[in-house]
């Protein structure tokens, strides 16, 4: 029996000592949703915990541990979870659930420094100096878990040449599940690089049949796989001048294949008449960012093309439409 009460009173002990922190989410008009706790565990988000706010509260208790990574909370409604870091500290997450880019976090060192890079970033126009703007940051920040998380949020913007030295010169036993993600994006942009074939995929077209690319491959002299979504304002932008296009050269040889990352089907289809894309083939798996077709050709923005030539060889990937007539006519003259 004294045996068992010491056994008792270590095990207490140990329970007791085990360090704690919380997360704090006081969001307005957030009473009772579900927010859910994640983590990135190299290929997954992963859901950690979950609460349902009530008044507009909700808390998280987490053990310390020696996995400095980001985490990341979500909710019915948000196109992308809100991600921070905590570094074993509180943290306390403030705004309106209803205003996604107004909300506050204040945490650890490493969320400040996310947090200064966030509020300027915002500001950048230019594409150049955003690429500057993001490489610096990287390259200080390489060594700690915030440099990999930024650097694969904004990609889209570094080279993969650059992209490429960073990752090499990130330590090789950091816990980060973005810098494994940096890796399987540079090796996405090898295998759709230019020069490389076509990657063939099957999705629902818009009357529910199945449609593969490789169907098409050969029809056309040239063949545009435009990558866009219905909810997205660049690509809606961009759709008249797309129209315009397709109708000046499709009698000369250019097709295109749509695939929309769409998570709703009317407004998808609602998008497509509105828009007037009147080529045939418009495609989607309903999954949104996580479209499996999107995910093969390394897809990190919309809107996005790729132009394949009549083998199905990638001749260009990402033209802006101000310089696709020229490159149409060249391609195709």
Request: proline share 3%; aromatic share 12%; hydrophobic share 40%.
């Amino acid at each position: 029996m004294k045996k068992l009460f010491l056994a008792l009173m270590v095990m207490f002990a140990m329970v007791s000592c085990t360090k704690t922190f919380k997360i704090n989410v006081n969001l307005d008009n957030s009473d009772g949703k579900t927010v859910y706790l994640q983590r990135y565990d190299g290929e997954n988000m992963k859901v950690l915990d979950s609460v349902v706010a009530k008044n507009n509260k909700a808390v998280f208790k987490i053990q310390q541990n020696d996995n400095l990574d980001a985490y990341c909370i979500t909710m019915k409604g948000w196109r992308r979870p809100l991600t921070f870091f905590a570094d074993n500290q509180n943290v306390n997450i403030t705004g309106d659930y209803q205003n996604y880019n107004g909300i506050n976090v204040l945490a650890s060192e490493s969320q400040a420094k996310l947090n200064k890079f966030m509020a300027e970033v915002v500001n950048i126009e230019d594409e150049r100096e955003l690429h500057y703007f993001v490489l610096d940051f990287a390259k200080q920040n390489y060594e700690n878990p915030v440099g990999p998380y930024v650097l694969y949020r904004y990609k889209w913007a570094v080279s993969l040449m650059d992209l490429k030295n960073l990752y090499e010169v990130m330590p090789a036993d950091m816990t980060s599940a973005y810098k494994e993600l940096v890796l399987k994006y540079i090796k996405g942009l090898e295998r759709t690089n230019v020069g490389k074939p076509y990657i063939d995929f099957t999705q629902k077209d818009v009357n529910g049949e199945d449609f593969t690319l490789s169907s098409v491959i050969g029809k056309s002299k040239i063949l545009m796989i435009d990558f866009w979504a219905s909810w997205c304002p660049d690509c809606r932008k961009v759709n008249p001048e797309l129209v315009e296009v397709y109708n000046e050269f499709k009698d000369k040889g250019l097709d295109i294949v749509s695939v929309s990352l769409d998570t709703d089907e009317n407004a998808w289809k609602n998008a497509i008449e509105k828009d007037n894309l009147t080529w045939k083939n418009h495609v989607s798996d309903l999954k949104g960012w996580n479209n499996e077709a999107a995910d093969l050709y390394t897809i990190a923005f919309i809107p996005q093309n790729i132009i394949l030539d009549e083998n199905g060889i990638i001749v260009k990937k990402n033209v802006p439409m101000e310089k696709m007539r020229e490159l149409l006519n060249y391609l195709l003259n």
